[in-house]
């Protein structure tokens, strides 16, 4: 079993910036790759960004592409989400995930293959 703790979040102005943190601890070699979603109040949980293991695969969302970076460490057991350029529609729980289902190139990751779940940090952008 792996153990996800998500960190970083909080109140900012829209175009601020944030860098979220999920540490992971346990089984860490079980899973493929580590994916970042997030849930607004009254909204589903939606896919945000994802990286394999090797981290050469890297689907976004369509809403965050080219505002938000998933990067990890060099040790592997954590990973971020640089977010810049934060809009009051990226206010939510974002929560860190692992699957043990490999990333497809091109493709977004299903939510579904996500086992093992943090506890999620709360981005709030407001003015």
């Known amino acids: 079993q792996v153990q996800l703790v998500e960190s970083g979040g909080g109140l900012v102005q829209p175009g601020d910036s944030l860098r979220l943190s999920c540490g992971a601890s346990?089984?860490?070699?079980?899973?493929?790759?580590l994916g970042w979603f997030r849930q607004s109040p009254g909204k589903e949980r939606e896919f945000v960004a994802a990286?394999?293991?090797?981290?050469?695969?890297?689907p976004y969302a369509a809403s965050v592409r080219g505002r938000f970076k998933i990067s990890r460490n060099s040790a592997k057991d954590t990973v971020y989400l640089h977010m810049n350029d934060l809009r009051p529609e990226d206010t939510a729980l974002y929560y860190c995930?692992?699957?043990?289902?490999?990333?497809?190139?091109?493709?977004?990751?299903?939510?579904?293959?996500?086992?093992?779940w943090g506890q999620g940090t709360q981005v709030t952008v407001s003015s």
């Open positions: 346990g089984r860490t070699l079980d899973f493929n790759s």
């Open positions: 995930a692992t699957s043990t289902v490999f990333l497809q190139r091109g493709q977004p990751p299903d939510i579904r293959d996500y086992s093992s």
């Open positions: 990286m394999n293991w090797r981290g050469d695969i890297t």
